[in-house]
């Protein structure tokens, strides 16, 4: 099994960034894609962004793109979600996931029934 911790989360004013860490650990080699997932308050789970540990390809929401950039550091088996312009919009519970399903489409990756491990979440403010 692969285990995620998110770090990163806190209170942020609007316009401001924040910088969110997801460390995963155990059989990290089953693991193809990691993505990044929300809930807010009265909202159901939505997608971010997520990323190919080979690679590097990344897709975002419509919703975030151009204000975040997913990255990772495959020798340290993190991922991060560098947050910008934040919007009281991006006040949610975010999650990182962990797929282990390989050669699937740019959109099977944006759903969440691709991921097969989750973080606990940490939790983003963004006050205005």
């Known amino acids: 099994q692969v285990q995620l911790v998110e770090s990163g989360g806190g209170l942020v004013q609007v316009g401001g960034s924040l910088r969110l860490s997801c460390a995963a650990s155990g059989r990290t080699f089953s693991s193809y894609a990691m993505g990044w997932f929300r809930q807010a308050p009265g909202k159901e789970r939505e997608f971010v962004t997520f990323?190919?540990?080979?690679?590097?390809?990344?897709y975002y929401a419509d919703t975030v793109e151009g204000r975040f950039t997913i990255s990772r550091d495959n020798a340290k088996n993190t991922v991060y979600l560098q947050m910008n312009s934040l919007k009281p919009e991006d006040t949610a519970v975010y999650y990182c996931?962990?797929?282990?399903?390989?050669?699937?489409?740019?959109?099977?990756?944006?759903?969440?029934?691709?991921?097969?491990?989750w973080g606990q979440g940490t939790q983003v403010t963004v006050s205005s």
């Open positions: 996931a962990s797929s282990a399903t390989s050669l699937r489409g740019t959109y099977y990756y944006t759903g969440d029934g691709a991921y097969h491990y």
């Open positions: 990323i190919r540990w080979s690679g590097g390809s990344t």
